[in-house]
T-cell receptor, first 110, second 114 residues
């Protein structure tokens, strides 16, 4: 059974820091991996999708990498801003379903 | 208009009542899903459908039922609501294996059962 773990569970940093959020999964037979952002009580916004044949994807200050063989993905946030405060969810596309980690709750203070 | 629309956005209902949550999409995707989110437990899959005639149970389907009325519409029903079904519910769509665009989620329905 696929299990997805995110570390750390919570993170509080001053504005301007470069951040690394980690995601690990137990079964390397995945199709894609997707990172989402969720604001409190709100829906999920897709940030980056890494297909199984890719190693990384970039969008603005965000960069996500994928290493299927080791079962790991990393989301890198450059020059963090207070507006980045949210919960970040990692999800793996496993057979016909999307399986989520429990998220990293990020707070960036001015 | 949003690609995936969920109604209602918020709902308070009494124990034992029947309630339906609705989802419609304009993505043209065949695959649709219902997830439930609880604090500390993450998102868990309730039901999913790969086309109009296909319905599959997820990991927590007990107490729920679904109907795929059309390619664009997928409804979730609670036949007799109970307080531990209080949660945030999300509908999602995708192409096979996530495709090039991954999964798209609606804005969620916050359900409270009192």
């Amino acid at each position: 059974k696929q299990e997805v773990t995110q570390i750390p569970a919570a993170l509080s940093v001053p504005e301007g820091e470069n951040l690394v959020l980690n995601c690990s999964f137990t079964d390397s037979a995945i199709y894609n991996l997707q990172w989402f952002r969720q604001d409190p009580g709100k829906g999920l916004t897709s940030l980056l999708l890494i297909q199984s044949s890719q190693r990384e994807q970039t969008s603005g200050r965000l960069n996500a990498s994928l290493d299927k063989s080791s079962g790991r993905s990393t989301l890198y946030i450059a020059a963090s801003q207070p507006g980045d405060s949210a919960t970040y969810l990692c999800a793996v596309h496993n057979t016909d379903k999307l399986i989520f980690g429990t998220g990293t709750r990020l707070q960036v203070f001015p | 208009d949003a690609d995936v629309t969920q109604t209602p956005r918020n709902r308070i209902t009494k124990t034992g009542k029947r309630i339906m949550l609705e989802c419609s999409q304009t993505k043209g995707h065949d695959r649709m899903y219902w997830y439930r989110q609880d604090p500390g437990l993450g998102l868990r899959l309730i039901y999913y459908s790969f086309d109009v005639k296909d319905i599959n149970k997820g990991e927590i389907s007990d107490g729920y039922s679904v109907s795929r009325q059309a390619q664009a519409k997928f409804s979730l029903s609670l036949e007799s609501a109970i307080p531990n079904q209080t949660a945030l519910y999300f509908c999602a769509t995708s192409t096979p294996r996530g495709g090039d665009a991954g999964y798209t989620f609606g804005s969620g329905t916050r359900l409270t059962v009192v």
